[in-house]
């Protein structure tokens, strides 16, 4: 597809949990815990009025759902901080730091003064209704194989509850993530190549990597900004995985087309959104659907013109009614049905054709319907109302979430801009140029520059080393080459090697750097092959043994020269039938048979020269 | 409104070098400015600055909604756009009254549970009336016809004695315009203090609930919206007594309607910081419910509307504790104060030194009260020799009432009497509910 034409343009936004002694605003550790929870804490939040006197859209949409929230908390993990009972404790210097070196690295204008913000967030991922969050510089770049991308804003804030489930009478958080102190870095949104976008991904996380920053699943988030001529922005949460990136963004890009061809073909038939909701529930009076049997009201609303877009296809697998259900489940109801895919679900031909009359409708016009409490179902059809109007406007401004195959589903409108506040709790805190100098003197290096060096220092080929420090086993390598083995051999037992094992099951996460040490000493001192390494550190990660005991217990400790030759010697005579017939053509057979006896624990070379002299002899 | 009783918002000013050369500019708080130092350039909104605050950054509202302190060394500085004048757009409150419904009057005094901050300026705006609160509370239109009315703008330690009495005179103003209940939305540091002067000052045939919140009113998490609608609902209760009410717990659960006397802020922080002390609450509301926990509550209508708003404000509470030099009781003799209640250790002891000046306070008519530090607990000062000596020289044992309800009570007692003997029975007798007869063990920990 060519990007340019259709006016794409992309920006990045990535939140870093940050490697601090405590937290944001208060001293609990930042480990997360799987525990019983000690309390459970029952809230609920309301929308206030924001700075600029307006009511923030997204807060009022999680509003009306009315949901209470419980909180999981732990003497543990957990004080009164998080729990919304005490007031933020000032702002966490060290974690102000690693956010400064970020900032110097991505090559921005570190602010004087840093003002802690609230933006509010009713979702109950935040005990207080609003996350804490400060920008802490602007103005930066990175380099990229396309061409520099300009980096807008890092923030410093702090990480939300977990959500841990959502019941019948409200959500689940734990309080154990709510306050770890993160950083978000946002790119300027005109990035227009969906590979350049993986790249800066990639780059940023690779200099967030050389910086005291979690490591880990959950401890990276990468979010989207997508849009297109005509489009509208919207925001991808939760990217996962890098490699995913171009086919988000090619499925975005396909979803707002559509929607766009939707727009057209809903101006040609004239459609139009009826705002009433009807009560079909005499219709299903005896239906055969067990949704609708169930249900306590069954209600319905128009929409004229509509009749066959419903079903039409926005991504792959992902209908135009996927939609109109994102925003009614929003209100708590399982779904809905729309005539588009009727009969079906036990809704039988003449309940349609019923229910089509009773609303009036015309050929061309489709119905959905739901099933539920007459509340839920009510709000749930406005939101379906709301959303069915703005497919006449064209692509609604949105986040999304991404999902696993590369497509996306509806979260909540994106949130304006008014929902940021000034948190009065926490002083400012004035940055100022000597403890920028101070960081500037102790920047870490960049994995460009420990790349080079790697190279340089230690004799590495270009990719070993680009492979060590995209992997971050630069570390590991500089220390492991104390033991004085061959450079490249440890880069590439680390770089390739381990992640091999990985692939295959073993735990390689439980390795530890001594144990990899310890059997490269094996190594040097010429008590196993470099062929037994493998065998021997995967025994190592599994069976939690010393590096000599895990060589003892595969039968990996190398012969010695005399115990080789007595095996060789024993081959040989095995075999004399056929070095008599083959004379010393015998050598690779007999080869092949020596190493199935000794592989790991004699050196090819050796076997092979002793074979030789042994065959030699009877010739 | 009396300017005096202002002392204490957040007073949000440039001053200095910034205010100098914001001046030079003719710039004003709203404007948009461009601010230009060799590698950076910010635009934004200027915003005010608290006062506290240096004079050398200028706050910028950047249009990502972040603010950013800009150090105003080496920046030019210009104006883009004048601002308008920032204001509150709000849509207007149908107030239709509903006659089915009955008319509850809630009063500000300023705190938490009824501050307003305007976010463009980060001002904190004293506005309060009925409409501001059903905007933010619109639920409170199906339980009552909601009357507002501000009588102070103030932050709850900056409360004194006399605006006691003048709360007390705006709730019985209410009660006689035809309030069927009343709502006193207030700060919390000094609640019980006004909970209490209430209790005495007042003898009410309707309910007098006070409010507020522990986290401000501004946040969505407030505990402000539970206390207010549960207040409401206890104004319209049959329990015609100043209460208190509150959360009961962290959640967001049920409130405690707490004695007016006989309750404390028990923690600097916490939701459910208000505790009934040696006794239990006398109602628990909750899904909009009120239950009953206890009988023994003056029923709606059952007094007549009295206000006895004399008071004598010369009267002082001191701690006692290891160490404590008798030349702080000596000054307050020598200056001319009425009454001191002291706080002492355990039953009611202080150190032996304190006994002279004791003597002499009682000598020269001042009343000394003598309530534990405790808290918790009923001062019996018969056990030991410490104890009976000061009985012996004239101090008053308040039995189980609070250090703050005591001094309260004396506080309106002197101001009832001049004969001190009168004064001192009234501080042994149970007037509102202050003093309970019997210790139960369910009081403990509370």
Known sequence: ?619 | MDPEKHKGELIMAYRGLAKKLLDSKSIKIGDRIKIKKDDISYEGMLLDRPEDADDKHLVLKLDNGYNIGVEIKDAKIESIEEGSKPSIELPPVDLEKNPELPDISIISTGGTVASIIDYKTGAVHPAFTAEDLLRANPELLDIANIRGKAIFNILSENMRPEYWVEAARAIAKEIEDGAYGVVVAHGTDTMHYTSAALSFILKTPVPVILTGAQRSSDRPSSDAHLNLISSVIAAKSNIAEVMVCMHASIEDKNCYLHRGTKVRKMHTSRRDTFKSINTKPIAEIKNGKIKVLREDYQRRDSAELEIRDKIEPRVALIKTYPGINPEILEYYIDNNYKGIVLEGTGLGHCPDDLIPAIERANEMDIIVAMASQCINGRVNMNVYSTGRRLLGAGVIPVADMLPETAYVKLVWALGQSKDPETVKKMMIENISGEIEDRSLLEYFPG
């Open chain 1, 1 to 619: 597809m060519d990007w340019d034409e259709i006016g794409l343009k992309m920006g990045l936004e990535i939140h870093q949990q940050l490697d601090s002694k405590g937290k944001l605003f208060c001293p609990c550790n930042c480990e997360l815990t799987d525990d019983k929870p000690e309390y459970t804490i029952m809230r609920r939040l309301r929308p206030t009025q924001s700075e600029l006197g307006k009511i923030d859209r997204a807060a009022f949409e999680e509003a009306k759902r009315k949901l209470r929230f419980y909180y999981q908390a732990y003497s543990s993990h957990t004080c009164l901080v998080e729990a919304d009972e005490e007031p933020p404790h000032p702002i966490n210097s060290e974690a102000l730091e690693i956010a400064v070196t970020i900032a110097l690295l991505l090559n921005m204008n570190v602010v004087d003064e840093f003002h802690t913000m609230r933006k509010q967030v009713i979702d109950g991922s935040n005990t207080g209704g609003f996350q804490r969050t400060g920008l802490v510089a602007t103005n930066g770049y990175v380099e990229t194989g396309h061409g520099r991308v300009k980096i807008e804003n890092l923030c410093l804030e702090e990480d939300a509850a977990r959500r841990i489930e959502e019941r019948e009478d409200g959500i689940v958080f734990r309080l154990d993530r709510l306050g770890i102190p993160l950083v978000e870095i946002t790119t300027d949104p005109s990035i227009k190549d969906p590979d350049q976008l993986k790249e800066v991904a990639y780059q940023i996380g690779q200099i967030l990597r050389s910086t005291k920053v979690k490591r880990g699943i959950g401890t990276i988030r990468q979010d989207l900004n997508i849009s297109i001529r005509d489009g509208a922005r919207v925001e991808v949460k939760g990217v996962q995985d890098l490699n995913l990136i171009p086919e988000i963004v090619k499925r975005e890009v396909q979803r707002q087309l559509k929607l766009l061809e939707l727009r057209e073909k809903l101006k040609n038939r004239k459609a139009k959104v009826v705002d009433k909701i009807y009560d079909v529930g005499d219709i299903f009076k005896d239906t055969r659907s067990k949704i609708i049997k169930g249900a306590e009201s069954v209600l319905a609303i128009k929409l004229e013109g509509f009749s066959g877009f419903i079903g039409m296809e926005l991504q792959p697998d992902r209908r135009f009614g996927t939609e109109l259900a994102d925003y009614a489940k929003k209100m708590g109801v399982a779904g809905i049905f729309h005539t588009d895919e009727l009969p079906a679900y036990g809704i039988s031909e003449e309940e349609v054709k019923r229910l089509l009359e009773h609303l009036d409708a015309g050929e061309n016009d489709a119905a959905i319907i739901i099933a539920d409490e007459r509340d839920k179902a009510e709000s749930a059809l406005l939101e379906v109302v709301s959303r069915a109007k703005m497919a006449m406007q064209g692509v609604p401004e949105e986040t999304r979430k991404a999902l696993e195959d590369g497509n996306t589903s509806y979260l909540r409108p994106l949130p304006t801009a008014s929902r940021m506040y000034v948190e009065t709790d926490i002083p400012l805190f004035k940055i100022g140029a000597k403890m920028i100098k101070r960081l500037e003197d102790e920047l870490p290096e960049l994995p460009s520059e420990k790349k080079e060096r790697l190279i340089k220092e230690y004799g590495l080929s270009e990719d070993l080393s680009s492979q060590l420090v995209k992997k971050g086993f630069a570390d590991d390598f500089e220390k492991l080459t104390m033991v004085d083995v061959d450079n490249t051999l440890v880069a590439s037992l680390l770089a390739y090697t381990l992640p091999e094992l990985k692939r295959d099951g073993y735990k390689i996460e439980n390795l530890k750097l001594e144990e990899i040490e310890g059997a490269l000493q094996l190594l040097k001192e010429g008590k196993i092959s470099k062929d037994a390494l493998k065998d021997i550190i995967a025994y190592i990660a599994d069976k939690k043994v010393e590096p000599i005991r895990a060589a003892q217990e595969l039968d990996l400790l190398l012969l010695s020269e005399e115990e080789v030759g007595e095996i060789i010697q024993q081959i040989v005579e095995e075999n004399e039938d056929m070095i008599k017939e083959r004379k010393m053509a015998a050598i690779g057979p007999l080869m092949g048979e020596a190493m199935k006896k000794l592989r790991g624990k004699a050196d090819g070379q050796l076997v092979n020269r002793m074979l030789r002299e042994k065959i030699q002899e009877k010739v």
